[in-house]
């Protein structure tokens, strides 16, 4: 009896290191950084990228890489990896608490070490102890920039106890690590009063002076991570070697795809395939976004599920093992009322519409950008309503929402996701009155 076959489409949560696809010169260059830092020259980096574009997968995989042997540069890294998320409510002294608890989870697996870290930590239970909460601020008892400049010579202290490159041999743990390696997910969440420039940059400087080289920051956010450290800091983001995240090639996407036709065949169904009109079409809808093209990916394949469920063989008894997704799959999956297209248009692009749709002047840019080939037209076939004076303010508000892009080379606009186009035009037909 052959098992109805699990969708091996991942839309809902990051990839696993495993199934990690494409990424070659930005793992390249995020290696890179690791090499510096196992050689004593740490180059701290920012990795920034929209929504969904695959942030958390690659750190994940990157995680993997710094406990064991690079893919591409054959060097072996065994770092200590402690992982952070921001979210908008985070305290200085949340922050630090958060890392504290991150690098003991690690550690603090035999009692010299649970003794060490308790007295490396002695500040954060100091302040506390007077009734500061990690919630609450800290700024009566203490300055934020004692709070950080404590922290540097705690983790100073650490590395020096769990690292390669200092003198001291490690009496608390059996092992010495390459370096420790925090890495500060959803940092464009990082609120205002934790000053996430002025933090670091007080923080990374302090590790410099004191000749520590052994500690590394990864951050990763969304683009506005960067304003997030400006307003901190001015000067913090040349701390930062950034990394910035775009679409996938065809080629990586196809790979993709291709993961998931061996992975039905182990699953058994041995003649499982997805045709190349198939692979195109989600290529098509995704733009390479690997969030879309794990999505359409599922709902393609759900779609393909149906049509056999609909059709005379009982699958239950007996699954076919000549079971295919086709183009038509690929479309049904993205357009129909609860597929692809609607699920990426709720997570992406309503709020950022509806927003801007206040605007005739808008809708009708997007509504003529929609309508014409390829999503695109140059500047001067652009029309504007009779009472605009600034067509350039409204392409320019466009650009900064995501929705269009500019090709400067070209003098052409165009909408930056097809599947935008999609959900625009199944969403609002004749989108302007
Ligand atoms: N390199 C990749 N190979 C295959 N799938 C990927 C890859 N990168 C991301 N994905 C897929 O894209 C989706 C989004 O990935 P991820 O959560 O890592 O993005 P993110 O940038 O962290 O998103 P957010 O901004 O919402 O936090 C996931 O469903 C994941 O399966
Ligand atoms: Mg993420």
């Not at 302040?127 to 705690?154: F, I, K, N, Q, Y």
């Not at 500690?215 to 040349?238: I, K, N, W």
């Not at 063989?313 to 038509?328: G, L």
Request: proline share 4%; aromatic share 8%; glycine share 6%.
């Amino acid at each position: 009896m052959n098992q109805v076959p699990l969708n091996p489409f991942i839309p809902h949560q990051p990839v696993k290191p495993d199934e990690f696809v494409g990424r070659s010169a930005e793992i390249f260059d995020l290696e890179q950084c690791l090499s510096h830092a196992k050689n004593g020259t740490p180059r701290h980096f920012l990795l920034t990228g929209d929504r969904g574009i695959g942030k958390t997968s690659l750190m994940d995989y990157l995680r993997s890489v710094g406990r064991s042997v690079s893919s591409d540069q054959k060097v072996n890294f065994d770092f200590l990896v402690a992982d952070i998320i921001l979210d908008k409510y985070t305290t200085t002294l949340e922050f630090i608490r958060k890392i504290e608890r991150a690098i003991s989870r690690e550690l603090e697996k035999t009692e010299p070490a649970r003794a060490f870290l308790s007295k490396a930590w002695e500040f954060l239970n100091r302040v506390e102890a007077v009734g500061v909460s990690v919630r609450s601020s800290p700024t009566e008892v203490r300055s934020d920039t004692m709070l950080r400049v404590e922290l540097a010579h705690s983790l100073i202290n650490i590395s020096n106890r769990v690292c390669q490159k200092s003198d001291y041999r490690s009496d608390v743990i059996s092992k010495q690590y390459d370096g420790i390696l925090i890495i500060v997910d959803e940092a464009d969440q990082a609120p205002k009063d934790l000053a996430l420039g002025a933090f670091l940059k007080t923080f990374l400087e302090t590790l410099h002076r004191e000749r520590c080289t052994s500690v590394m920051f990864g951050l990763t956010g969304l683009p506005t991570a960067v304003d997030r450290l400006l307003e901190g800091h001015r000067s913090s983001l040349r701390l930062f070697h950034q990394v910035r995240l775009g679409c996938l090639r065809k080629i990586e996407v196809i790979d993709i795809i291709d993961q998931k036709v061996l992975d039905i065949r182990n699953q058994g169904v041995s003649k499982f395939d997805i045709t190349d009109a198939a692979k195109e079409v989600i290529w098509m809808y995704s733009d390479g976004h690997p969030h879309f093209v794990q999505q359409l990916g599922y709902c393609a394949f759900e779609a393909a599920l149906n049509s056999v469920r609909d059709s005379a063989v009982n699958y239950d008894r007996e699954f076919p093992m000549d079971f295919c997704v086709q183009a038509e799959h690929v479309h049904q999956g993205a357009l129909h009322r609860e597929g692809a297209i609607q699920i990426m248009g709720d997570i992406y692009f309503e709020a950022v519409f509806r927003r801007l749709s206040k605007s005739n002047e808008k809708l009708l840019i997007l509504r003529q950008l929609v309508e014409s080939d390829g999503f695109e037209l140059p500047r001067s076939e652009i029309k504007c309503l009779p009472e605009t004076n600034d067509v350039d303010n409204e392409l320019l508000d466009l650009c900064d929402s995501g929705l269009i892009i500019e090709d400067r080379l070209t003098d052409c606009y165009k909408i930056r996701y097809a599947s935008f186009a999609y959900w625009l035009s199944t969403n609002t037909p004749g989108i302007v009155p």
